[in-house]
């Protein structure tokens, strides 16, 4: 069993910066993708990006110039940089972790999520 701990959010005007942590307890799979997902008011969830066990990244291309994703697997943390925010990005974010313990099939796990607030 997993647990993912997101840490970061926070209210902040648009251009500014945020950066969020993922941090995991338990074991992680050695084939693993681990990444972001929003929902926004009123919305349906999306992926923001992802980074999987051989640090191969991918990001909604709203996102791409703007936000990086980086991984400190030593301890089991995922970083989530956002950088020129905007209104749009006002969000849950919620952490993902999909351990492919018997690939394909995979277990998943969702952190508690953190709300981030871009506005004026």
């Known amino acids: 069993q997993v647990q993912l701990v997101e840490s970061g959010g926070g209210l902040v005007q648009p251009g500014e910066s945020l950066r969020l942590s993922c941090v995991a307890s338990?074991?992680?799979?050695?084939?693993?993708?681990m990444g972001w997902f929003r929902r926004a008011p009123g919305k349906e969830r999306e992926l923001v990006g992802f980074?999987?066990?051989?640090?191969?990244?991918e990001y909604k291309n709203s996102v791409k110039g703007r936000f990086t994703i980086t991984k400190d697997m030593a301890e089991n943390t995922i970083l989530l940089q956002m950088n020129d925010l905007k209104p749009e990005d006002t969000a849950v974010y919620y952490c993902?972790?999909?351990?492919?313990?018997?690939?394909?099939?995979?277990?998943?796990?969702w952190g508690q999520g953190t709300q981030v607030t871009v506005s004026s």
């Open positions: 980074i999987n066990h051989r640090g191969y990244i």
């Open positions: 338990g074991t992680i799979s050695d084939i693993y993708t």
């Open positions: 993902n972790l999909k351990n492919y313990d018997a690939y394909p099939s995979y277990n998943e796990y």
